[in-house]
């Protein structure tokens, strides 16, 4: 059973960083790609950051370019995504998700497997 597990959120100044974590189990993160998402109140979940298992290529929406960065831990079964250089728009739950295929990017829909999702708060 695919599980995802996300950790890490909190409240940063702006400026400020934080690293997220998507712990996986039930499958090995060396076949299935891994993407980010984000959700802000009453807005649409929307991609963030992919990592393709197949050649450990990794995409980055326009808007977290440069700023955030997608990795992998293998002996961890885990993605982090580091945030830096926050900004108040990148207020929002985070979510890590996987389609169970190993190309990114990574399809919303019903047979995509997501975890609970970690809040982050970008304020003053």
């Known amino acids: 059973q695919v599980q995802l597990v996300e950790s890490g959120g909190g409240l940063v100044q702006p400026g400020g960083s934080l690293r997220l974590s998507c712990v996986a189990s039930?499958?090995?993160?060396?076949?299935?790609?891994i993407a980010w998402f984000r959700q802000a109140p009453e807005k649409e979940r929307d991609w963030v950051s992919c990592?393709?298992?197949?050649?450990?290529?990794?995409y980055y929406a326009d808007s977290v370019k440069g700023r955030f960065t997608i990795s992998k831990d293998n002996a961890k079964n885990t993605i982090y995504l580091q945030l830096n250089s926050l900004k108040p728009e990148d207020t929002a739950v985070y979510y890590c998700?996987?389609?169970?295929?190993?190309?990114?990017?990574?399809?919303?829909?019903?047979?995509?497997?997501w975890g609970q999702g970690t809040q982050v708060t970008v304020s003053s």
């Open positions: 998700g996987t389609d169970r295929t190993s190309r990114c990017p990574v399809r919303t829909d019903t047979r995509t497997s």
């Open positions: 990592l393709d298992a197949t050649d450990g290529n990794t």
């Open positions: 039930g499958f090995n993160l060396d076949y299935y790609a």
